[in-house]
């Protein structure tokens, strides 16, 4: 069975910084693609970064370059979204999600498997 917990959200203020984690399990993690995604109330869901299985190739939305950093541990099965200087634009539910291909994508149609997600709110 295909599994994708997220962890690490939270209430936070403007400025401070979270470490997201997803694990998964139920299948060979080498082969997926993983990428993180956020949606806010009211608006589309939208690709924040992703990492290639191939080649650790990683991507980034506009929004967050300079602040958001992809990770995956494959000895852990987890990847992680180091998210730093955050904003209030930046409150959304986080969810992680994997993509049979090696090569990593932000268009989140292209994603097999997601997780429940998890909040994350930015707020003073």
């Known amino acids: 069975q295909v599994q994708l917990v997220e962890s690490g959200g939270g209430l936070v203020q403007p400025g401070s910084s979270l470490r997201l984690s997803c694990v998964v399990s139920?299948?060979?993690?080498?082969?997926?693609?993983i990428g993180w995604f956020r949606q806010a109330p009211g608006k589309e869901r939208e690709g924040v970064s992703c990492i290639s299985s191939s080649d650790g190739t990683r991507y980034y939305a506009d929004s967050v370059k300079g602040r958001f950093t992809i990770s995956r541990d494959n000895a852990k099965n987890t990847v992680y979204l180091q998210v730093s200087s955050l904003k209030p634009e930046d409150t959304a539910v986080y969810y992680c999600a994997a993509r049979l291909n090696t090569i990593a994508t932000l268009e989140y149609f292209e994603y097999d498997y997601w997780g429940q997600g998890t909040q994350v709110t930015v707020s003073s």
């Open positions: 139920g299948f060979t993690f080498d082969n997926y693609a």
